[in-house]
Nanobody
């Protein structure tokens, strides 16, 4: 069983940077694919980034602004977000799975409760 707890979301201004954290208990870095998704009000959950064994992938909208990384010693995954835009406003979720399509939310087995990111213009 894997438990995920996100933190770091808050209100920021356009152009600011923000780092989200996902503390993962019960997980080993070599076993699980870790990802970030986001969901804006009234919209579907969207793939943001994923990481496994040093390999990363990003949603098309990221365009080099976000970076996913991990600290294995702390069993924590991060999402560094730069040049934030009001369109980045959403609840950001951390997710984990053992295998599947990285961008497919339905393949993920475990989810955190989400952390709210609000970007003001």
């Amino acid at each position: 069983q894997v438990q995920l707890v996100e933190s770091g979301g808050r209100l920021v201004q356009a152009g600011d940077s923000l780092r989200l954290s996902c503390a993962a208990s019960g997980r080993t870095a070599t076993t699980y694919i870790m990802a970030w998704f986001r969901q804006a009000p009234g919209k579907q959950r969207v793939f943001v980034a994923a990481l496994h064994l040093g390999i990363t992938d990003y949603g098309d909208f990221v365009k080099g602004r976000f970076t996913i990384s991990e600290d294995s010693a702390k069993n924590t995954v991060y999402l560094q977000m730069n040049k934030l835009d009001p369109e980045d406003t959403a609840v950001y979720y951390c997710a984990a799975m053992r295998a599947g399509t990285w961008a497919n939310a339905n393949d993920y087995e475990y989810w955190g409760q989400g952390t709210q990111v609000t970007v003001s213009s």
